[in-house]
């Protein structure tokens, strides 16, 4: 987690967002296709296209879904979209491997205070109370890879254990809490909406808010662009930097709103929202974890 959490703080470190001016409305909108996948996270963005967030910035932005988080690069590089929202650690393992890509802004990030969306859980009347009991133990995790297994193995670590000490599972978070339900499972490592689902029907308890116990704050949520595309159009940049911003401000400014728009936008009972912790939209990261930049 380490060697992937510096990588990261290196790269959203690289460059210092510029002022940003208003455009005349009169001023010709600037085009952006911008690819989100449909999370909660995401709301802030669809608000803006409704409510002319980005028309006051200059821009007339046409939203495209992006059904996986693995077809990212492959949308920025097929021009299918101009900038992309996906996880930090992903797309720094993607700028390893060769390819052009370039962080134009961030969205959101793991919060700095409990409770917040990622958790390791336990079933409820479990006998694990710490970190080191998880030895021997079987751990369902959605990914064994990636910037969300990096701080849970750091975690581990801290504590005195390894991820090759516990028998990890690879499942998707949709059976977690049926399988922390069924006792097939010793612990669960979650993200919102389950973490709250789970909490809710009783499966499960936290036992870690293990990404803000690694390094709080930290960016989950970022934008990026083809290095080459973000080179051509640093003004486009600017302005979505800033109204990006605005949504943020405007969201934390009312946080009961902003989760009916999460509601609203995502499809999920506001219920459940009402009982989640707000989402840390953010477009800065504390010094620790790194700060936000643009090419």
Not at 10 to 14: E, I, T, Y
Not at 93 to 98: D, M, Q, Y
């Given at each position: 987690m380490r060697k992937l959490a510096l990588s990261v703080v290196?790269?959203?470190?690289?460059f210092a967002a510029p002022a940003v001016s208003t455009p005349s409305p009169a001023a010709e909108l600037m085009q952006l296709k911008l690819?989100?996948?449909?999370?909660?996270?995401?709301a802030n963005v669809w608000a803006a296209t409704r409510n002319g967030i980005f028309k006051k910035h200059g821009l007339d932005v046409t939203i495209v879904e992006v059904p996986l988080s693995t077809q990212a690069v492959s949308a920025l590089q097929s021009k299918?979209?101009?900038?992309?929202?996906?996880?930090?650690?992903?797309?720094?393992?993607?700028?390893?491997?060769?390819?052009?890509?370039?962080?134009?802004?961030?969205?959101?990030?793991?919060?700095?205070?409990?409770?917040?969306s990622n958790a390791i859980l336990v079933p409820t009347n479990s006998p694990i109370k710490t970190i080191a009991d998880l030895k021997g133990k079987r751990v369902a995790t959605a990914s064994p890879r990636g910037q969300?297994?990096?701080?849970?193995?750091?975690?581990?670590?801290?504590?005195?254990?390894t991820a090759k000490d516990v028998q990890l599972m690879e499942a998707p978070f949709s059976s977690q809490a049926d399988l922390l339900k069924s006792g097939n499972v010793d612990a669960v490592v979650a993200l919102d909406p389950y973490t709250t689902q789970i909490i809710q029907a009783g499966y499960g308890r936290p036992l870690s808010w293990y990404m803000i116990e690694t390094i709080p704050d930290q960016p989950v949520g970022s934008w990026w662009a083809t290095r080459p595309w973000a080179l051509?159009?640093?003004?486009?940049?600017k302005a979505f930097q800033a109204a990006v911003k605005e949504t943020h401000d405007m969201f934390n400014a009312d946080v009961a709103g902003s989760k009916r728009l999460v509601a609203?936008?995502?499809?999920?009972?506001?219920?459940l929202v009402r009982d989640m912790p707000p989402i840390s939209w953010k477009s800065t990261s504390t010094p620790r974890s790194g700060r936000i930049f643009w090419i």
């Open positions: 290196a790269a959203l470190s690289l690819g989100v996948l449909k999370l909660g996270a995401t299918s979209v101009d900038i992309m929202l996906q996880i930090p650690g992903t797309m720094m393992v993607a700028k390893e491997r060769g390819f052009d890509i370039a962080l134009v802004g961030q969205n959101e990030t793991a919060g700095t205070t409990a409770p917040v969300s297994f990096a701080a849970m193995k750091d975690l581990f670590e801290k504590n005195g254990i051509e159009h640093k003004e486009l940049i609203e936008y995502s499809g999920l009972k506001m219920e």
